[in-house]
């Protein structure tokens, strides 16, 4: 139940983030989740899309250096302790996450958040074992 | 002004009997390099098989030059002119495309060497009384190991502090009295900058003089730092490939570097033409070893440009005197003292895959210091998505760059594109320091 990320690699350079957004709003595709993992001369954007092979391939065509990632997307119940309840079940099957970032939209009253693991399978595998929902393509499509 | 020698009878030797001698060291050279298959080859494709071919120094215009590229062709051995059993020491520098080169020397050789650098140090007005810092790179670099042999010899006290760290540098100057150091005129320019930030006075230390070189420098730069150090200041010249330093050298009235013509023959060649120029005029400095028995160089292009200066010296020395280094005759570059080709760092760059085509060097001041940035465009296939895995390439550029330029450059990534395209020759290289 992996979803796909999109990493743009940019420079720390003005008017650069303008440009891929408004790249892809042109080709009316919508972001749901955004993050920028920063150095000081570059970053790398993360995306989640709702068309994201289609959105790769703009980028790309457009010379941006962008690739596709898998990530996992989890709800999350929107409450004190929410989050500390499923990162003390990844904490104690030694699952390490690598960055994550939180959804603009909800699809419930639950809150949604996007981890990129080290080792995605096992994540996965130790997530559903522990009852914890794992969000698939389709609905990230549809949100 | 008191006049020193190391070797007064062959310093002040008259210009014929210095010509005789050049004639016969040059025969010899000539039997010696007839040893290596480089040279028995090349020679012999000019009409000399041997010693008695060489009749007068004019017949040394029949030989044709050695360069840089040659030296690399011969590596390792191709250019050793002795059996490997009586080699004590060699040194490798790298040549313009990853290829070193290399440069072997006997016990004799280097003994000969140390005699010409105690030359210059006497020259310069030290003696056995003197305490000598050397802030040069030991190793494979001549630069430190050349001063260290030669100012033993003299008996000064040789404290062998390499270069960098500069607190340290200060306090074994101020804890023992330096009194001369040896150093790039940058590095002594950091020091200057830095001495009182780091709780040093001027009247800490003893310091009297400073040998600069392995970089070209203005007379403005060698004023500045006499009068910031209250020292003289001595310009030295030297290349790996003709030992090291210790080829020319200033003496106290520093007015040229007078090149130790017993063991040198000195050219001064148009580039373009290979003619050789007048005294006076600015021209390619091309130089022939005549004592050197491990591995002897005939007519090397050392692609630095200079002049010859005209009439006597004050100090009766008959060897006559090169200016300073005007320029290069290719594009080498000199960062902090150490000699990089911008295609050595194009080689490393194109080797990791993940580098794009286009890279742009760039060569800037931080203080005193030269710095050295590598833009690199990435490859956009060879992108994942990580920021760990582009911190990883940009460690990989610069692990590989220092291994190969031995200095430490810092990477700047760019995305495809975002670097000028050029048409035609692409201009990459950017130096932005000011002239010292």
């Known amino acids: 139940m992996k979803i796909t990320q999109i990493s743009v690699f940019l420079e720390n350079r003005k008017g650069r983030l303008y440009e891929v957004c408004s790249l892809l709003g042109k080709n009316k595709i919508n972001i749901r989740a955004l993050s920028i993992g920063e150095t000081d001369e570059f970053g790398i954007l993360r995306i989640v899309v709702d068309k994201p092979e289609e959105a790769v391939k703009i980028l790309k065509s457009n010379g941006l250096v962008a690739n596709l990632t898998d990530i996992v997307a989890l709800e999350i119940t929107d409450k004190p302790g929410g989050l500390a309840g499923i990162l003390k079940i990844l904490s104690e099957n030694s699952i390490n996450i690598e960055y994550m970032y939180g959804f603009i939209e909800k699809a419930s009253d639950n809150a949604i958040l996007v981890f990129r693991f080290e080792d995605t399978d096992r994540a996965i595998e130790i997530l559903k074992k522990n009852k914890i929902k794992v969000i698939g393509k389709a609905e990230i499509a549809n949100l | ?436």
């Not at chain 2, 200016?323 to 005759?329: A, V």
């Open chain 2, 1 to 436: 002004m008191a006049i020193n020698y190391w070797d007064k009878k062959i310093e002040i030797i008259d210009r014929a009997a210095l010509k005789k001698l050049q004639l016969k060291l040059l025969k010899e050279t000539v039997q010696q390099a007839l040893k290596t298959d480089f040279y028995k080859n090349r020679l012999r494709k000019c009409g000399i098989t041997s010693a008695n071919d060489i009749k007068s120094l004019k017949d040394i215009e029949k030989i044709p030059f050695t360069t840089k590229d040659d030296l690399r062709e011969c590596y390792p051995y191709g250019l050793l002119a002795v059996s490997q059993d009586d080699v004590v020491r060699l040194h490798t520098s790298s040549g313009t495309t990853g290829i070193p080169t290399v440069i072997y020397h006997t016990k004799n050789d280097l003994n000969s060497w140390s005699d010409l650098v105690a030359r210059c140090i006497l020259a310069t007005g030290v003696t056995h009384k003197d305490v000598f810092q050397n802030m040069m790179t030991y190793g494979l670099f001549t630069g430190g190991l050349g001063l260290h042999y030669g100012a033993e010899k003299v008996g000064a006290t040789v404290i062998p502090a390499g270069p960098g760290n500069t607190k340290r540098q200060l306090q074994l100057m101020k804890d023992f009295s330096t009194t001369v150091v040896h150093a790039t005129p940058s590095y002594m320019l950091h020091i200057g900058s830095k001495l009182e930030e780091m709780g040093f006075s001027l009247k800490d230390l003893k310091l009297k003089k400073a040998y600069l070189g392995a970089e070209p420098y203005s007379e403005n730069t060698r004023k500045k730092i006499e009068k910031l150090f209250h020292i003289d200041a001595y310009n030295s010249y030297g290349l790996s490939e003709m030992n090291g330093p210790g080829v020319a050298f200033e003496c106290v009235y520093k007015c040229g570097m007078h090149t130790w013509e017993d063991a040198y023959i000195l050219e001064i060649i148009d580039p373009k033409t290979g003619k050789d120029l007048p005294e006076g005029k600015e021209g390619e400095i091309v130089l022939t070893t005549l004592r050197r028995k491990a591995t002897p160089i005939l007519r090397y292009r050392t692609r630095d440009l200079a002049f010859i200066h005209k009439g006597l010296c004050k100090c009766h020395r008959t060897h006559r005197r090169l200016s300073r280094i005007t320029g290069r005759t290719d594009d080498m570059l000199i960062v902090n003292g150490v000699n990089v080709f911008p295609s050595q760092i194009e080689e490393v760059l194109m080797r990791i895959p993940q580098v794009g085509n286009n890279y742009q060097i760039f060569l800037k001041k931080d203080g005193a210091l030269d710095k050295l940035i590598i833009k690199v465009e990435i490859y956009s296939k060879m992108f994942k998505g990580d920021l760990k895995e582009i911190d990883i390439l940009k460690e990989t550029i610069k692990d590989e760059l220092r291994a190969c330029i031995v200095i430490h450059p810092s990477v700047e990534l760019h995305e495809p594109g975002a670097l000028p395209v050029w048409e035609g020759k692409a201009k990459r290289v950017f130096d932005e320091r000011p002239k010292l």
